[in-house]
């Protein structure tokens, strides 16, 4: 009898000391998802690197948009200028060919 009772008494010793095996398991899944999501976040197709890159792309373009307005605005003015120098044509003169 002694001996069934040493035997319970170091099973319930084992299973209070420690974890059990699908407690270790279920960890070390857990942590390996963890990092597969923080490499994916950092490095991945939706990553901070792609983040940063499009937001310097961003301000590339913003700074062309208007480096190309003001260059539209100073054509326009010579434009109007210009047309403004030309004869205006009469109504017999647009209609005659």
Do not use: C, H, W
Request: aromatic residues 8%.
């Amino acid at each position: 009898m002694s001996q069934i009772t040493d035997e319970l008494s170091q099973d319930t010793a084992q299973k209070e000391s420690g974890f059990s095996f699908l407690q270790v398991v279920f960890l070390i899944l857990l942590v390996l998802l963890a990092a597969v999501y923080m490499g994916e976040t950092l490095f991945g197709k939706n990553s901070l690197d792609v983040l940063l890159s499009l937001r310097k792309q961003q301000e590339i373009l913003d700074s062309k948009i208007a480096r190309i307005s003001k260059e539209n605005a100073i054509l326009q003015k010579k434009y109007f200028e210009l047309r403004a120098l030309m004869p205006e044509k009469s109504d017999e003169e647009q209609t005659l060919p």
